[in-house]
């Protein structure tokens, strides 16, 4: 089972950037579909973004899309989330999940097999 720890958040002003960063344990981190959540005090887990085990696909939230990249180094067994123009609205704990599959799940809190503890984001207005 692979273990993830995020890292990379903080307070911004709005419409600044903020790089996350979850570096996962393991030899078989290349196997692993990689997705960010966030959640928001009082909200469900909310779908930001993932990505496929090469990087080669991607798939954005409305929210997230034109501002939000998501990337993967295999090298590093890390996945990034680069998020611009943040908005308060940004305001969350962003977590970082794995599983196997590319395919209708990946938008799914309940189909993630191994979870992050989280990283705060805050975005001032």
């Known amino acids: 089972q692979v273990q993830l720890v995020e890292s990379g958040g903080g307070l911004v002003q709005a419409g600044g950037s903020l790089r996350l960063s979850c570096a996962a344990s393991?030899?078989?981190?290349?196997?692993?579909?990689m997705g960010w959540f966030r959640q928001s005090p009082g909200k469900e887990h909310e779908f930001v973004t993932a990505?496929?085990?090469?990087?080669?696909?991607?798939d954005y939230n409305d929210s997230a899309t034109g501002r939000f990249t998501i990337s993967r180094d295999n090298a590093k067994n890390t996945v990034y989330l680069q998020m611009n123009s943040l908005k308060p609205e940004d305001t969350a704990v962003y977590y970082c999940?794995?599983?196997?599959?590319?395919?209708?799940?990946?938008?799914?809190?309940?189909?993630?097999?191994?979870w992050g503890q989280g990283t705060q984001v805050t975005v001032s207005s």
């Open positions: 999940a794995a599983r196997r599959a590319w395919d209708w799940g990946r938008r799914i809190v309940t189909e993630y097999d191994a």
């Open positions: 990505i496929s085990w090469r990087g080669r696909n991607t």
């Open positions: 393991g030899r078989t981190f290349s196997s692993y579909v």
